[in-house]
């Protein structure tokens, strides 16, 4: 047997998210770190969320209500962090892809922790879902950002839909720019705005996912949540959703297909442990309804 590509590209790491001790072999969920940022144009530092929420998810109590387990009960691994190439993008996005890829092959569900937005490219080649949920409080539509960068955090998911391998629905967006309006538009991209989903609650929401094949994929940028939840992200925007109503999103996902996940965004050394704690959280919760069955 063949040097895979994780033999190739992942590195073990001395801490594990939720001080998991299962192995990868045994694990149903693989939660892969990915240390990179070299594209952030406003905040620098997201490539430290990995190691940071290591950190901060030994120190929060694990016990799932809604599960009634411990999150160490959970067939989930740490697989370690992916070796990054700093600087150049298109290179480490390439090694995220073989990986997730080669875990999917295993029969793996994956979950990426980042790191920038830019990984939500790579990740979902290699899980090619059916469909695509992005929480974020930015469209991420841009042609260029900046001015002569086409491959950045960004204009990541305008890349996506350049050639569009699934259907994709962005939840929470509350900044944007007259370009990515027309873009979506053009595009005819389904979206919930921050408003909507604060007026229309689970309705909103349960709408578009009713429009949503499985398997499905989920993305959250942390910045989606209020500055109040989580003031360290790479690019902090006005207002959005509390944790509460992210969390309660995320869990009506509960018994749909969902092939991989990821989270974006986090910036540590902007952080003043808010942002860690609260994407903790959503990582916890994010794998057992990965694993959960209705």
Request: hydrophobic share 40%; charged share 25%; glycine share 8%.
């Given at each position: 047997?063949?040097?895979?590509?994780?033999?190739?590209?992942?590195?073990?790491?001395?801490?594990?998210?939720?001080?998991?001790e299962?192995?990868?072999?045994?694990?149903?969920?693989?939660?892969?770190?990915?240390?990179?940022?070299?594209?952030?144009?406003f905040?620098?530092?997201?490539?430290?969320?990995?190691?940071?929420?290591?950190?901060?998810?030994?120190?929060?109590?694990?016990?799932v209500?809604?599960?009634?387990?411990?999150?160490?009960?959970?067939?989930i691994?740490?697989?370690?962090?992916?070796v990054?190439?700093?600087?150049?993008?298109?290179?480490?996005?390439?090694?995220?892809?073989?990986?997730?890829?080669?875990?999917?092959?295993?029969?793996?569900?994956?979950?990426?922790?980042?790191?920038?937005?830019?990984?939500?490219?790579?990740?979902?080649?290699?899980?090619?879902?059916?469909?695509?949920?992005v929480?974020?409080?930015?469209?991420?539509?841009?042609?260029?950002?900046?001015?002569?960068?086409?491959?950045?955090h960004?204009?990541?998911?305008?890349?996506?839909?350049d050639?569009?391998?699934?259907?994709?629905?962005?939840v929470g967006?509350?900044?944007?720019?007259?370009?990515?309006?027309?873009?979506?538009?053009?595009?005819?991209?389904?979206?919930?705005?921050?408003?909507?989903?604060?007026?229309?609650?689970a309705?909103?929401?349960?709408?578009?996912?009713?429009?949503?094949?499985?398997?499905?994929?989920?993305?959250?940028?942390?910045?989606?949540?209020?500055?109040?939840?989580a003031?360290?992200?790479?690019?902090?925007?006005?207002?959005?959703?509390?944790?509460?109503?992210?969390?309660?999103?995320?869990?009506?996902?509960?018994?749909?297909?969902?092939?991989?996940?990821?989270?974006?965004e986090?910036?540590?050394p902007?952080?003043?442990?808010s942002?860690?704690?609260?994407?903790?959280?959503?990582l916890?919760?994010?794998?057992?309804?990965?694993?959960?069955?209705?």
């Open positions: 047997m063949g040097v895979s590509a994780i033999d190739l590209y992942v590195l073990k790491t001395p801490y594990r998210f939720f001080e998991l299962r192995d990868v072999d045994e694990a149903d969920l693989v939660l892969l770190g990915f240390p990179y940022d070299s594209t952030s144009s905040r620098v530092g997201s490539r430290y969320a990995p190691q940071a929420l290591r950190a901060y998810s030994s120190a929060i109590e694990g016990y209500w809604e599960l009634g387990i411990e999150i160490t009960e959970a067939k691994a740490d697989a370690g962090d992916l990054a190439v700093h600087g150049d993008t298109a290179a480490t996005l390439k090694r995220l892809r073989e990986v997730v890829r080669t875990f999917r092959s295993r029969g793996k569900k994956v979950g990426v922790v980042g790191g920038e937005h830019t990984l939500t490219l790579g990740s979902t080649s290699g899980c090619c879902p059916k469909s695509l949920i929480f974020d409080a930015h469209l991420d539509l841009r042609d260029e950002y900046p001015y002569g960068q086409r491959l950045s960004a204009t990541w998911l305008r890349r996506l839909l050639d569009p391998p699934c259907a994709v629905a962005v967006v509350r900044a944007t720019s007259r370009e990515e309006l027309e873009n979506a538009k053009r595009l005819d991209l389904t979206f919930l705005t921050f408003k909507q989903v604060k007026e229309r609650r309705g909103a929401f349960n709408d578009v996912l009713s429009t949503l094949s499985d398997p499905l994929y989920v993305s959250v940028d942390v910045d989606v949540l209020d500055p109040a939840y003031p360290g992200v790479s690019t902090p925007e006005p207002l959005g959703l509390t944790l509460q109503e992210l969390i309660d999103e995320l869990w009506l996902l509960r018994g749909r297909e969902i092939s991989g996940f990821d989270i974006a986090v910036c540590p902007c952080d003043n442990g942002a860690c704690v609260s994407a903790c959280k959503v916890m919760d994010l794998s057992v309804i990965s694993l959960a069955e209705r």
